[in-house]
């Protein structure tokens, strides 16, 4: 929903500054897709029904929709009169919306000293998003500093994901496989820095929350006698 949400000054900000094309275009699929996933946790993790969840999400996106363009007349004509405070308050809303969608995960890793239930798939292509979208920026006719900025944060964040998982996840994983291998002694004892719990986790660098829970459910269902 953060993410969802930071579409819509960001969206108000590329268009007003008049962004290429694609920086344009961006944030409204990133308004849209976000939106499309936090509904589907409803309805696949909370059963709800289609028509429920339509009744929700509709809504919301068109709120969404008609924030953006409100803001965006509003702010063209405050830009021809010379008022530039409330660009540069969007700039920084979409900036702080993008950051608290990962912050999230921080606070995660904080507490469970592991880098559980996200894909690193996923890290990757949204930092290389964030990435290409700094060189748009880089190669618009003027260089704009706050865009810089509202791409450049995530990215940066996203960058502390990926060391936190070498960290937690990689680090002992390689150990541990180099010790079942034999390279590292001949004791069977797992590494006291691996982080033992039985919360979904992705201990194997590149698994899912749903991919472990998929895995436990079928050794639950073998120890059952179940098919």
Known sequence: MFWAWAGVPLGTYTIV???NIALQVQPQMLAFLSLITWIQCYYYEHHWSLPKALAVVIPIGSLMAGIEVGLILALREGKRNGTEWPITLMAVLAAVFLALGVLRHYWDIYQHRTVRGISFLFVGLDALGDLTSLISVLFQPSLDVLGLVIYGTE???WIGVFACGGYYNLTPWVRGKMMKNGK???TQERPDNITQHDMPSSTSVFRTTS?????????TRAVEGEP
């Open 17 to 19: 500054e008049q962004f």
């Open 155 to 157: 990215l940066l964040l």
């Open 184 to 186: 590292r002694g001949t």
């Open 211 to 219: 991919g472990h829970s998929m895995e436990l459910r079928t050794r």
